[in-house]
């Protein structure tokens, strides 16, 4: 109803939205392009796809990634474990180093990989692909 309203009030040219009251409830609202379309089997592939995750999907998912690997060693966080890079005590002052190592290679990958969907030469992974490829941590012995 909202789509109804705008072209009603003149916010949409008539010539570029078309809107279908089919008298049930539903109202089919679309922009006309001149743009091809996508054919019924690719709004049929794109639907099962579900929705196509955001920057913000991605973060979120390589932050928790970050945060629940120091967890492995009873650390609450990656600031926790972070924290402890100058520790007097020599094992979590390794373990601290070694996780702030791995955490700048985990972003930098990420941002890699960003910079290549975005340039094109890389196909939009789903997030738990792109977690299950960020580089692996590997604890100081």
Excluded at 13 to 21: A, G, H, M, Q, S
Aim: hydrophobic share 45%; aromatic share 10%.
């Amino acid at each position: 109803m909202i789509a109804l309203g705008l072209k009603n009030l003149g916010f949409i040219p008539l010539d570029d939205f078309i809107v279908e009251d089919h008298g049930d409830g539903q109202v089919l609202a679309a922009w006309l392009s001149a743009q091809p379309q996508p054919s019924s089997q690719e709004i049929e592939d794109a639907a099962l796809l579900g929705p196509i995750p955001t920057l913000d999907d991605y973060r979120r998912a390589i932050q928790s990634h970050v945060d629940a690997t120091p967890q492995q060693r009873a650390y609450d966080s990656g600031v926790t474990c972070s924290s402890y890079v100058n520790s007097t005590n020599p094992t979590w002052a390794a373990e601290a180093a070694a996780f702030v190592a791995w955490r700048d290679a985990v972003w930098a990958y990420a941002y890699t990989e960003l910079a290549k969907v975005e340039g094109g030469t890389r196909p939009q992974p789903s997030v738990a692909d792109i977690v299950a490829e960020l580089p692996a941590m590997v604890w100081p012995a």
